[in-house]
């Protein structure tokens, strides 16, 4: 990563700050329905694995609520932590009841530069990683914050690219590139009539398309957090409200998109 921390911060910040009216809108990878089908199926799978469940949980960088609005709905007291402000606003809004019964508690902060404490018995990181600058400092942090029977649900982009010296490389860049162009360009004409703002994602998403998460690294530190790896795996993510027509190629030519990791805290 050659920019600073400051920098990925500030671009997150930003980032954000312009996309965060639309969010739901544009980001049809998450809030499509057959994603939508999937996420409510793996997280429930992480819940049950919970022991002694007391149903507190933290959902670091929340955004608008995809896995914080899941939480609540199967009955936790959740702390939602989101650098953008923005963000937070949209969040207690669709909320507002949960914040008034203090089932849903919402911090604006940079959890890196505070001390937080906490005994959670779920802790959700989802669609973060690739947005912060010190991913592995971050993710000891939170996994400090969970309790012992408690479990970490980690969902992740990118999942690793094949090496550059692999054949099958500069082919699976090209689908990528067709399949992700294709999806880009029927969502701009889905949404003809928004205005969309200038969304620069080159600066905040800083491991998006690098490949450079080290996902060895992270099962080490996890593993000396004292938690056990419960799901480990990599897949291709329901990506558009359309089916895609490169979509079947796309998968059998490129590595999946995203990488799920379940963990429980054991020690």
């Not at 090209?174 to 949404?191: D, E, M």
Request: hydrophobic share 40%; net charge positive.
């Amino acid at each position: 990563m050659s920019l600073t921390y400051k920098e990925v911060i500030e671009a997150n910040i930003e980032l954000h700050r312009r996309e965060a009216k639309i969010y739901d809108r544009i980001h049809q990878e998450i809030w499509n329905s057959r994603e939508q089908k999937r996420s409510w199926k793996i997280l429930r799978f992480a819940v049950s694995q919970v022991e002694g469940n007391r149903f507190r949980a933290l959902d670091f960088g929340s955004g608008t609520g995809n896995v914080t609005g899941k939480l609540l709905d199967l009955g936790f007291e959740v702390t939602a932590i989101d650098l953008s402000p923005e963000m937070n606003k949209i969040l207690k809004l669709k909320y507002s009841k949960d914040v008034v019964t203090r089932k849903l508690q919402i911090l604006n902060l940079n959890i890196d530069k505070v001390q937080m404490e906490g005994d959670f018995d779920f802790v959700a990181c989802f669609s973060v990683l690739h947005h912060l600058p010190d991913y592995i400092g971050t993710l000891r942090k939170l996994a400090r914050l969970i309790r012992k029977g408690g479990v970490f649900y980690l969902d992740f982009e990118p999942a690793p690219l094949f090496p550059e010296r692999n054949p099958r490389f500069i082919l699976n860049r090209a689908v990528k590139f067709s399949h992700y162009f294709t999806r880009s360009l029927l969502n701009r004409l889905y949404f003809w009539s928004v205005n969309l703002p200038k969304l620069d994602y080159s600066k905040a998403d800083v491991y998006a398309d690098s490949g450079d998460l080290d996902y060895e690294l992270i099962i080490n530190v996890l593993r000396e957090e004292g938690l056990r790896i419960v799901k480990f795996y990599s897949y291709f993510f329901a990506d558009s409200w359309f089916r895609l027509p490169t979509a079947p190629f796309y998968k059998v030519v490129s590595v999946p998109d995203k990488t799920l990791l379940i963990a429980k805290k054991t020690e």
